[in-house]
């Protein structure tokens, strides 16, 4: 032992090993482990005198042992640098047979004696019970809120409906205050109705949302097209649509997010008629796209602000609708593992982008 | 043909039974309104049992799917197991629009499927629209 470390390791190397806020251990072209700190000691549960010298496949549980020989030797044929990234889970196995869930870092040394390799390890149990209890929590939240806002339906219904049929049947028989009141509460019900309709839109992309399966985005844009006719036609949009790819999305969401870009393109539309652009991009194994108009644009200070729930920035009656169409589009690109952000001037126009994952790229799940 | 026409209103909200009968009424047709309030008292009305043994078979059903007791697709698919009431038009009239309510509607013998609109001026025209349909356009055995 004393002896490995004057042959292996200068002072300082020894204090950062030793003090390192993670396990760390080294295993030669064997698989034989050559040195444990003391945070893989207590992770795992051996003494170093215990573990030192033994092939590392000791530490992996023995349903996944059979693989890693293998995954050693590819490592060491071909040493590069592998941070943690986040994304991998494996498991390792401490003395008394319990399993523990880690994330592994890999880099590769040369020594006097041959070539080792250094694999840095985290004990990720508590992250992945905090990540575990998010998601359900998320998952329960976004039931509640459809449930919710279902079930609030049919009530605002009713109030809607009776104070309305109130006014119809006594148009003309009451007088002028009692019909402003009833117009009023019919307003303030109809507002409250596409609020909750939207709520129940907003929480539907979470969790009534299908599979992300290979889609023609091009099909879909041009399935979007023929269902905004009426609104192009009194718009007198132009639109200039480069090739776009076929990506990996939940089909009718994808719609859902091109409708209400192309319609937000059309309602905030300046002096000239509408001129859409959309295209894609292949950029870092991602396609970004764009989605550009000539219309109002915005202060860049707003491009936050306009991804929230029923925010607006236009008052009241100017433009129809409540504000939630970009917050429905920023769940989708979200939900489709991508990212949103925009490009505005105002009186020049805005150009929405958005990435989505290529169709063949990996689903993990 | 001074004989009302018989429509069995199948709703066990009462507002919605309101505003079809408040809807119905103002119709130039004559027209005989019956509410069941849920599946299992619209099933003793076709069936002419219960409280209901001296009712008069509907001529027309109109029928909400998320109903207490009995769901509007169990009474559908009893009234389609007695051979008399087989041909009775049924039509769903419900707020669900989820995919698997309409096929299954459809298959267990629903005649149409509507959903009710959210607003009142909508939800009368639909209604108009259906007693328009089924009580004077369409021959009723």
Redesign the interface.
């Known amino acids: 032992m004393t002896d490995d470390w004057q042959r292996r390791a200068e002072q300082p190397f020894r204090l950062v090993f030793e003090a390192a806020p993670y396990a760390i251990l080294m295993i030669d072209r064997a698989r034989t482990i050559t040195l444990i700190n003391r945070q893989g000691e207590q992770l795992f549960g051996y003494g170093r005198d215990e573990i030192v010298g033994q092939p590392v496949e000791l530490l992996i549980p023995e349903r996944l042992r059979a693989h890693h020989p293998a995954h050693v030797a590819a490592y060491f044929a071909e040493p590069r640098e592998r941070p943690m990234d986040g994304g991998r889970e494996l498991f390792g196995q401490r003395k008394d047979g319990s399993e523990v869930a880690i994330e592994i870092g890999l880099s590769s040394m040369e020594l006097p004696d041959g070539r080792f390799t250094l694999a840095s390890i985290v004990d990720i149990t508590e992250r992945k019970r905090i990540k575990d209890e998010l998601h359900r929590s998320n998952a329960e939240l976004e039931q509640f809120a459809y449930i919710a806002s279902h079930d609030l339906q049919e009530p605002l219904r009713m109030v809607a409906s009776f104070t309305e049929l109130l006014g119809q049947r006594y148009r003309g028989k009451l007088d002028e205050r009692a019909e402003k009141y009833i117009f009023y509460a019919v307003d303030g019900a109809k507002r409250m109705q596409q609020l909750v309709a939207d709520l129940l839109t907003y929480s539907r992309v979470g969790s009534q949302g299908g599979p992300l399966l290979p889609v023609s985005a091009d099909a879909v844009v041009g399935r979007v097209l023929s269902t905004l006719a009426g609104p192009i036609r009194d718009t007198q949009a132009g639109f200039g649509i480069g090739p776009l790819p076929t990506v990996l999305a939940d089909e009718p969401q994808l719609g859902q997010l091109f409708q209400n870009l192309i319609s937000n393109a059309l309602k905030f539309r300046g002096e000239a008629p509408p001129r859409v652009r959309i295209d894609a991009q292949h950029k870092d194994d991602r396609w970004v796209f764009s989605v550009a108009d000539n219309g109002l644009g915005m202060e860049m200070q707003y491009a936050d602000r306009i991804f929230q729930m029923f925010q607006r920035l236009h008052e009241r009656g100017k433009f129809e609708g409540s504000g939630i169409g970009l917050a429905v589009v920023k769940r989708i690109v979200e939900r489709h593992r991508g990212r949103i952000w925009l490009e505005s001037t105002p009186g020049v126009g805005t150009t929405f982008y958005f990435t989505l994952l290529p169709s063949r790229a990996r689903t993990a799940a | 043909m001074t004989s009302p026409i018989r429509v069995l209103l199948v709703e066990d909200?009462p507002?919605?039974a309101e505003?079809m009968r408040?809807t119905l009424e103002s119709s130039k047709l004559l027209l005989e309104i019956t509410v069941a309030v849920d599946g299992v008292d619209a099933l003793d009305h076709v069936l002419q049992r219960g409280a209901h043994a001296a009712a008069l078979r509907p001529e027309l059903i109109i029928l909400d799917l998320n109903l207490p007791r009995m769901h509007g697709h169990q009474f559908l698919a009893e009234l389609r197991k007695h051979e008399p009431l087989r041909a009775i038009p049924v039509v769903i009239l419900t707020?669900s629009d989820a995919e698997k309510d309409i096929v299954d509607s459809y298959r267990l013998g629903a005649n149409c499927y509507v959903t009710?609109p959210?607003?009142?001026?909508a939800?009368q025209s639909i209604v108009r629209a259906v007693e328009g349909f089924w009580l004077t356009i369409v021959k009723l055995p």
């Open positions: 909200n507002g919605d505003l408040d707020s009710k959210m607003d009142l001026v939800f």
